[in-house]
């Protein structure tokens, strides 16, 4: 799932690429990721690009017209001049000839396209929460969204409307940095714990938006695969006690911690 430091880096990149570029073709290969019926891809021709803008895991490319809004779901993405063995849900072509392609790898479609003329006036962007990619984002923010709520913190880091862009590998990660047990539930956090948490949820993402800056798009899912110290890494030795990573109980698989570091070295109950 892309998660806002592969969708920053790819908003910037696409940024210095496409700026001050007017849209010559357009081809919705499927429908139904348009989510904008009334207003087809057709309606960007013509169109110059003024900038793209990341809000949590969406990208907007604006132009002097109407906006396109890509919501990439779990297994969406977008390349510019690049191949791809996934399917193509559309193509954006430019006056200097580049190409923009959108693609979709997952089982079934999780990705949304919509042509707008303000991509906050979308629900899903007008009630995303604070962004820790913001360099105003505060503790006070934080606090917020984990109030004294009885929801486990992994579940709630990927709440899109208390904390926007986090997704599951961030939040486990995340998670292993602040020492916190991804079970543990928001209101039985110490201000100690809610300390660590948000000094992890900033520099985690943060460091992150930097390692990715500078990496073609094609090659995100990659870096940020390989730049995991938990997530992914069942079996695998803990980067920081060397401890044996494993799976969070009842996650399938999708969740990973350290119990050594996370959870005092006792197992989360299974």
Known sequence: MPESPEVQALAEYLD????????????????????????PLDELIGATVSGVHR????????TDAAGLLISFGRAGWALLDEQTDAPVLARLEFDGGASLTVTDAGSFLS????????????????KLGPDPLDPTYSRAQLDS?????????????????????????YSDEILHVAKLSPVAHAVDLSDDD??????AVVEVLREAVTARRGILPSGQKAAKVDAMRVHGRTGEPCPVCAGTVQDVPGSKGAAQ????????????PG
């Open 55 to 62: 809000f949590g895991k969406h990208v907007e490319i604006a």
């Open 16 to 39: 210095r690429h496409l700026v001050a570029q007017r849209i010559v073709g357009a081809d919705l290969e499927e429908f139904r990721a348009l989510k904008t019926r009334a207003r």
């Open 145 to 169: 969204a984990l109030g004294s709520r009885r929801k486990q913190i992994r579940a709630l880091l990927q709440e899109q409307e208390s904390i926007a862009g986090i997704g599951g590998a």
């Open 257 to 268: 911690y350290c119990p050594t570091c996370q959870t005092g070295g006792v197992p989360i």
């Open 194 to 199: 809610r300390d660590r948490l948000f000094a």
């Open 111 to 126: 990705l949304g396209l919509s042509v707008v003329d303000d991509a906050r006036d979308v629900a899903s962007i007008a």
